[in-house]
């Protein structure tokens, strides 16, 4: 089945360390995204990457860094810059970017909380 | 500037009742406008999509949207609610000119039966 897979489903860290969320694609997608989602404020984009080696900061990138060394995979590193890191981030992935090519379908979602 | 805007956060309906989410957009260019579902602690599902054409889309799980240029609006409906639809709604909008989507704070459906 094509789709896209987020692991782990719960993590927990403490406080100061850094820790990666992996996003994989099997759907030959170009584009991928980082979502952070909190209560009420729906969803704001971290980091998105239109091809491979390439990406670009979305809204709230401070305290996230991001790599696109291959087509299908597009890792997510949480600082200990990150001020407030508890949160649940969505990884997304569409053909292109912008226009109909810009549909994007999401993964499962991995909850990251720090103690 | 760009900006989606779904004016409830949260509806209740009963169980057999119609349902319709509104969304409203800012957006200098021709939008492109998408629904999607979220159910707790999962992703989001794609319900239907607007590009061009018949501005009365048809999606899953029997929901339709339809885009009104004129109210800048594209207002999700199901005449029939069930139970398995209580979830997190999001309208967002997107362009041919930009490589985002802009997300809307969702709307959260309950369902009484």
């Known amino acids: 089945d094509g789709g896209i897979t987020q692991s782990p489903k719960y993590l927990f860290r403490k406080e100061g360390q850094n820790v990666t969320l992996s996003c994989e694609q099997n759907?030959?997608?170009?584009?991928m995204y980082w979502y952070r989602q909190d209560p009420g404020q729906g969803l704001r984009l971290i980091y998105y990457?239109?091809?491979?080696?390439?990406?670009q900061k979305g809204d709230i990138a401070e305290g996230y860094s991001v790599s696109r060394e291959k087509k299908e995979s597009f890792p997510l590193t949480v600082t200990s810059a990150q001020k407030n890191p508890t949160a649940f981030y969505l990884c997304?992935?569409?053909?292109?970017?912008?226009?109909?090519?810009?549909?994007?379908?999401f993964g499962p979602g991995t909850r990251l909380t720090v103690l | 500037a760009q900006s989606v805007t779904q004016p409830d956060i949260h509806i209740t309906v009963s169980e057999g009742a119609s349902l319709e989410l509104r969304c409203n957009y800012s957006?200098?260019?021709?939008?492109?406008l998408f629904w999607y579902v979220q159910s707790p602690g999962q992703g989001l599902q794609l319900l239907l999509k607007?590009?061009?054409?018949?501005?009365l889309v048809q999606g899953i799980k029997g929901f339709e949207a339809e885009f009104k240029r004129s109210q800048s609006s594209f207002n999700l409906r199901k005449p029939s609610v069930h139970w398995s639809d209580a979830a997190e709604y999001f309208c967002?909008?997107?362009?041919?000119?930009?490589?985002?989507?802009?997300f809307g704070t969702g709307t959260r459906l309950q369902v009484f039966p």
């Open positions: 607007y590009f061009s054409g018949d501005t």
């Open positions: 759907l030959n997608h170009d584009a």
């Open positions: 957006y200098g260019a021709t939008p492109y």
């Open positions: 997304a992935s569409s053909i292109g970017s912008g226009g109909p090519e810009g549909t994007q379908y």
């Open positions: 967002a909008v997107g362009a041919s000119n930009t490589d985002k989507l802009i």
């Open positions: 990457s239109q091809i491979v080696n390439d990406f």
